[in-house]
T-cell receptor
Framework: GAGVSQSPSNKVTEKGKDVELRCDPI?????LYWYRQRLGQGLEFLIY????????KSGLPSDRFSAERTGESVSTLTIQRTQQEDSAVYLC?????????????FGQGTRLTVV | AQKITQTQPGMFVQEKEAVTLDCTYD???????LFWYKQPSSGEMIFLIYQGSYDEQNATEGRYSLNFQKARKSANLVISASQLGDSAMYFC?????????????FGTGTQLKVEL
């Protein structure tokens, strides 16, 4: 596609349920990033992928959070046993990766609300 | 490790005036890139400008320029001739280029409000 696509755009879930957030990066982009943005806050790094590998998972808040990427393309962020503090916008970005100053392109985000 | 610091939570500027948004960084990487993004109230993240650590000239993109002072580890964004549409959150970010590292780290942002 022309840009980074995230689905769903909005998700309301009950506390304790699992959710899956999907990111389709720009074709050919080897680097893929997940961020969390709480209301009025900055971007909190979660994880990034280079190809299908995740060199840095340091931002994942707890073992309830996991992510995978397949085919150097689609990535899924899974949150198990959701809690109210997980409510936020989850942003995905992709870039050409490697060295160089290529900017990251962002999707529109998934707004997650845990009730 | 990388760290980006934006010390101005909020800034006001009058229309048509210039404004500088501060950004300092810390990194152990010898080679890195610095980015600025704009996030309007709609929530989208818009790339504005990029500066490489070995670039000799300060980057410029239209009304945006990056005041890069490597020794001070600062990468301030200058917006000239502010417009009402510039009102948004602005984020500074950096990416180190060592080995396989490609992590993109963001600062906490500065909320800019342009007034008539």
């Amino acid at each position: 596609g022309a840009g980074v696509s995230q689905s769903p755009s909005n998700k309301v879930t009950e506390k304790g349920k699992d959710v899956e957030l999907r990111c389709d990066p720009i074709s050919g982009h080897t680097a893929l990033y997940w961020y969390r943005q709480r209301l009025g806050q900055g971007l909190e790094f979660l994880i990034y992928f280079q190809g299908n590998s995740a060199p840095d998972k340091s931002g994942l808040p707890s073992d309830r959070f996991s992510a995978e990427r397949t085919g150097e393309s689609v990535s899924t962020l899974t949150i198990q046993r959701t809690q109210q503090e997980d409510s936020a916008v989850y942003l995905c970005a992709s870039s050409l990766g490697g060295r160089g100053g290529t900017e990251a392109f962002f999707g529109q985000g998934t707004r997650l609300t845990v009730v | 490790a990388q760290k980006i610091t934006q010390t101005q939570p909020g800034m006001f500027v009058q229309e048509k005036e210039a404004v500088t948004l501060d950004c300092t960084y810390d990194t152990s990487d010898q080679s890195y890139g610095l980015f600025w993004y704009k996030q309007p109230s709609s929530g989208e993240m818009i790339f504005l400008i990029y500066q490489g650590s070995y670039d000799e000239q300060n980057a410029t993109e239209g009304r945006y320029s990056l005041n890069f002072q490597k020794a001070r580890k600062s990468a301030n964004l200058v917006i000239s001739a502010s417009q009402l549409g510039d009102s948004a959150m602005y984020f500074c970010a950096m990416r180190g280029f060592t080995g396989g590292g490609n992590k993109l780290t963001f600062g906490t942002g500065t909320q800019l409000k342009v007034e008539l």
